[in-house]
């Protein structure tokens, strides 16, 4: 199979990836927004427990960026949906996501690239983030405590991380005790009375996304 051309309008696109095909959705910048020279990748929970691209908190991530301007393309990991491959225990995701990130900026090398996701594409994309230099990263409930935590090169560029006070299944006090113990460069939102899933706070979510990027917005 050929390499897709980045699409001009909003749509699913099937991109060769490592394992096979990969099932990637494009969306463009909100029409009442001009569009910046970004594209942003987002990625999804830990797929064997049900998270995929149409995830609620991985869409209104990618929502809050597009608000601001920037392309989102969201993409399953090998094994969900039209993904081709199985699950491989976050090793064969980053090699997924290495895939993503080199078909945009192969197609759009006009644009900057950023990195988000929510907690295993969290993991994802910090594991990610040192090798493919984004120019912002966005992890929101980084799952510290339940994957290796320990091998992950800090990212250099500019770092947004949210996590819910009221987790339950990434526990906060781990996130907030790994980024004071490797004295992780980053901005971390706390955001009270909010569980894993971001129940009834999607709007504050994005609210924090938007306030947490828009100081490194590239130039339209």
């Not at 060769?16 to 001009?34: K, N, T």
């Not at 920037?70 to 997924?96: C, H, I, M, P």
């Not at 984004?134 to 770092?159: H, N, Q, Y």
């Amino acid at each position: 199979m050929t390499t897709p051309a980045f699409p001009t309008v909003p749509g699913p696109v099937s991109l060769p990836g490592p394992a096979g095909l990969l099932e990637v959705h494009v969306d463009l910048p909100e029409d009442d927004v001009a569009p910046l020279p970004l594209v942003a990748i987002v990625c999804h929970p830990l797929s064997t427990e049900g998270g995929t691209m149409h995830n609620k908190v991985v869409t209104m991530t990618a929502r809050a960026l597009r608000e601001l301007g920037a392309t989102t393309v969201r993409f399953n990991f090998r094994g969900v949906g039209q993904s081709e491959g199985v699950f491989d225990e976050g090793k064969g995701e980053l090699d997924d996501l290495r895939a993503v990130a080199a078909w945009v900026r192969q197609q759009r090398a006009d644009a900057v690239l950023w990195l988000a996701g929510f907690s295993f594409g969290a993991y994802v994309a910090l594991r990610a983030a040192a090798e493919l230099q984004p120019a912002m990263l966005v992890t929101v409930a980084p799952p510290a405590g339940r994957w290796d935590f320990a091998s992950i090169t800090l990212p250099t560029c500019p770092w947004l991380v949210i996590q819910g006070e009221a987790d339950e299944i990434v526990d906060p006090q781990a996130v907030y005790d790994w980024l004071k113990k490797t004295k992780a460069r980053a901005e971390l939102v706390r955001m009270p009375d909010t569980s894993h899933f971001f129940h009834r706070k999607l709007i504050d979510l994005r609210g924090a996304i938007k306030n947490g990027v828009r100081p490194y917005l590239p130039n339209g």
